[in-house]
């Protein structure tokens, strides 16, 4: 790294982690106001009657999102797949697109003899891991929280955990739910910060309202598993499996098995987990799956 791309690293770093643009204070005021909330909610006694704080909070948790937290394609306007590796980030811009289009875009490029530019913002595609890495700490300066969640997973990889949670933290504070869920493992395994069930949870539970079905089915999971409550398990299925979860129908359907849901509610979800399914699938999309088994068959070994 050159002495100038050295002191750019640097001054992003500094800037994140100090957050000036936040009242710190405030943040922590704030922060404390809600661990009591959530304390009242998560850990009140099993005898005790339901609050209205936890009456409400079930009312908005479980209640049906109308998508993922992945969002549609920006380029086909399909729901993205909840299989990430269906998917690509452009570096340039943070943008993610289904991989229908990315191949779409490479075969256009290579027909016309044209250089492969990024299809959302243009910019020519990085070569290496160097302009990568340029992209990146631009996007993160620039407060992109995507990037912002992208670069706490580099320094989770790395175990640097109280990075990981440094990032974390700032990129669920700009809405970014991946990050809500990644540091609801942080709080679970006390890495980069002290174990805090309440906020493991609570964290759990925000990614899970904006949509996320892993979130959400590790909801279901814990409250089977630790809390013995079958019920709001299958609650939380559901609504993953209305989504296109494919884990979370095989998960629903064990429970069908167990008599711990109905049949009118089960082929309920089952015919809503199609439709969702479907509505996933197009024509680029699938010549791309066709494209990745060949190359498998081929022997050639695929890293996303």
């Known amino acids: ?20 643009e936040v ?24 005898e005790s009657e339901s609050t209205a704080a936890e009456l409400q909070r079930d009312k908005i948790l479980f209640k049906q999102p109308e998508s993922t937290h992945l969002g549609d394609c920006p380029i ?13 980030m452009q570096s340039c811009c943070s943008k993610v697109i289904c991989k229908g289009c990315h191949r779409a875009n ?15 913002c243009r910019q020519p595609t990085p070569r290496s891991k160097k302009e990568i890495n340029m992209y990146s700490m631009k996007r993160v300066a620039a407060n992109d929280p995507v990037a912002i969640q992208e670069r706490g997973k580099k320094h989770y990889q790395e175990g640097h955990y109280k990075g990981a949670f440094e990032y974390w933290t700032k990129a669920a504070e700009l809405g970014n739910v991946d990050a809500m869920y990644l540091l609801s493992l942080l709080y679970r395994d006390g890495r980069g910060v002290e174990k805090n069930e309440g906020e493991e949870w609570y964290q759990l539970e925000e990614a899970a309202i904006a949509g996320h079905v892993v ?14 409550r079958t019920d709001r398990a299958v609650k939380h299925l559901i609504i993953a499996v209305n989504l ?5 129908m095989k998960a629903l359907q064990q429970c069908h098995t167990n008599g711990e849901v109905d049949d009118d509610k089960f082929t309920a979800a089952l015919h809503a987990h199609q439709t969702a399914v479907d509505a996933m699938k197009s024509p680029q999309r699938e010549e791309h799956a066709n494209f990745e088994r060949s190359l498998e068959a081929g022997g050639v070994v695929l890293c996303g």
């Open 23 to 46: 009242d710190n204070a405030k943040r922590k005021r704030d922060r404390a106001a809600a661990a009591e909330v959530r304390d009242e909610i998560f850990f009140r006694q099993p």
């Open 76 to 88: 086909c306007f399909l729901p993205l797949e909840i299989d990430p590796y269906k998917s690509t």
């Open 215 to 228: 979130a959400r089915f590790t909801l279901a999971r814990n409250e089977k598993s630790r809390r013995g």
């Open 244 to 248: 296109g979860c494919d884990y979370s």
């Open 106 to 120: 490479k075969l256009r490029g290579v027909n016309k003899n044209l250089h492969h530019t990024c299809l959302m």
């Open 1 to 20: 790294m050159s002495k100038a791309t050295a002191t750019e690293a640097a001054d992003i770093s500094c800037a994140l982690y100090d957050m000036p």
